[in-house]
């Protein structure tokens, strides 16, 4: 499993755009990298997924470089209801899929 | 969009009672999970359940864990004795598959105070 490493937090305004970085330079070559949302007292809420380059949902972007050792989450023009704690993972654990979670990157946006 | 329901939303409990947290899947999946997270930290893996048998625990899930899916629905988590270090947010999740593209969906969780 990919040690990941994300900021912890993260301030933004809205209408900003938004990008989280996170770093995996152990990540494997079968290995995904998923991003999860949670919100306060919620379950987490699975964002966007990529293998490499740029994948793009209505919800969010995320940018992968060729070597795969880091990714960056891009959420456009941020919201007041965007302010969540994001989660990256990466090389999920295979065989019964278990999400290990870290700490996150809380982010706030303000008015 | 279909979801994962569980209840209650927050259970009361005395320490050493025992308690079950009830979770209903999203119909077609076939793999479920709970997890757990105590106030202010990390969202916490306690076990997969495939097949009607537990396809992985943590250290977490000890004996006084138990997981059933009693019918064609409902997927439960017990806690035969409950302590107080037990208090915290429960998660069930569900998803299609088990390949890294399949997505787990949560549910709203169930706040769990030992007392």
């Known amino acids: 499993l990919a040690k990941t490493t994300q900021p912890i937090s993260m301030d933004s305004y809205e209408g900003q755009e938004v990008n989280i970085t996170c770093s995996h330079n152990?990540?494997?070559?079968?290995?995904?990298i998923t991003w999860y949302q949670q919100f306060p007292s919620q379950g987490p809420r699975f964002i966007i997924q990529g293998y490499k380059t740029k994948v793009t949902n209505e919800v969010a972007s995320l940018f992968i470089p060729a070597d795969r050792k880091s990714s960056t989450l891009s959420l456009p023009r941020v919201s007041l209801s965007d302010t969540a704690v994001y989660y990256c993972l990466v090389g999920l654990s295979g065989g019964y899929n278990k999400l290990i979670f870290g700490a996150g990157t809380r982010l706030a946006v303000h008015p | 969009e279909p979801e994962v329901t569980q209840t209650p939303s927050h259970q009361v409990t005395q320490m050493g009672q025992e308690v079950i947290l009830r979770c209903v899947p999203i119909s077609n999946h076939l793999y479920f999970y709970w997890y757990r997270q105590i106030l202010g930290q990390k969202v916490e893996f306690l076990v997969s359940f495939y097949n009607n048998e537990i396809s992985e625990k943590s250290e977490i899930f000890d004996d006084q864990f138990s997981v059933e899916r009693p019918d064609g629905s409902n997927f439960t988590l017990k806690i035969r004795s409950t302590k107080l270090e037990d208090s915290a947010m429960y998660f069930c999740a569900s998803s299609w598959g088990t390949l890294d593209e399949y997505e787990q969906y949560f549910g709203p969780g169930t706040r769990l105070t030992v007392t």
């Open positions: 152990n990540i494997a070559t079968n290995d995904y």
